[in-house]
Every structure is written in structure tokens, then in C-alpha cells.
Nanobody
Framework: QVQLVESGGGSVQSGGSLRLSCSVS????????MAWFRQIPGKEREGVAS???????NYADSVKGRFIISRDNDKNIVYLQMDSLKPEDTGVYYC???????????????????WGQGTQVTVSS
């Protein structure tokens, strides 16, 4: 049974940090593209970062230099380290898995087969 379970969300002040975790079961994350998306009510789901099976990473312009996606392949966990958080980073963050991803496609939510349930991140000013 495939499961992606996010954790690590919470409330922080502007400039703070959070680390999100995505625990994967039912498949090997290292052979998939793993990504983080976020969604604000009333807006489309936005691709934040991706990590492909070859080690390449992609980031949305809005988070470059502040967020880092990484993997622990032994534990089958994907992380999103978020630093210098801003109020506009507020949203529900989702972990997703797909066959592959590149800079031109990683933000297309329709390409991902598996999704977690999401974890709330709230950044106050």
C-alpha cells in the first residue's frame, strides 16, 4: 500500500525555519521524482521543489535560496528545509511522487501519481 505522510508543519514567525518530512511506504522513493507542492485556499496548487532519482533538484523562483529539498534514501524519507520563511509561504504543503521531473515539468501537479494528505504551514508577520 502506497503512503506518503507529511509532518513538521506548524506556525512560525517571519524569518523562522521549519523542516517538513515526507515518510514514504509502498515504493522506493529513490527511484522516483519526489516533490513538494503548496496550496493556499482559492489558489492552484504550486510546485515548490523537486528531487529526481538522478539527484537533480528544481525550485520555484519564489523559494530559491531559502528552501532545500533532500532525501534520506535509507529511511525512504524526503525533506524540505525551509528557512527565512515569509508570510506568503503560508499554505498546506503536500508531498508528491512521480516517474521523473525536470525544470520544465516539476511543477505540473498532473504528472504526479501519489500524494500525501498535507501539512499546514503558517508564517506570521
Amino acid at each position: 500500500q502506497v503512503q506518503l505522510v507529511e509532518s513538521g508543519g506548524g506556525s512560525v514567525q517571519s524569518g523562522g525555519s521549519l523542516r517538513l518530512s515526507c515518510s514514504v511506504s509502498g515504493f522506493t522513493a529513490s527511484t522516483h521524482c519526489m516533490a513538494w507542492f503548496r496550496q493556499i485556499p482559492g489558489k492552484e496548487r504550486e510546485g515548490v521543489a523537486s528531487s529526481d532519482s538522478d539527484g537533480s533538484t528544481n525550485y520555484a523562483d519564489s523559494v530559491k535560496g531559502r528552501f532545500i529539498i533532500s532525501r534520506d534514501n535509507d529511511k525512504n524519507i524526503v525533506y524540505l528545509q525551509m528557512d527565512s520563511l515569509k508570510p506568503e509561504d503560508t499554505g498546506v504543503y503536500y508531498c508528491a511522487a512521480g516517474p521523473d521531473c525536470n525544470v520544465g515539468t516539476f511543477a505540473q501537479s498532473t504528472l504526479y501519481h501519489y500524494w500525501g494528505q498535507g501539512t499546514q504551514v503558517t508564517v506570521s508577520s
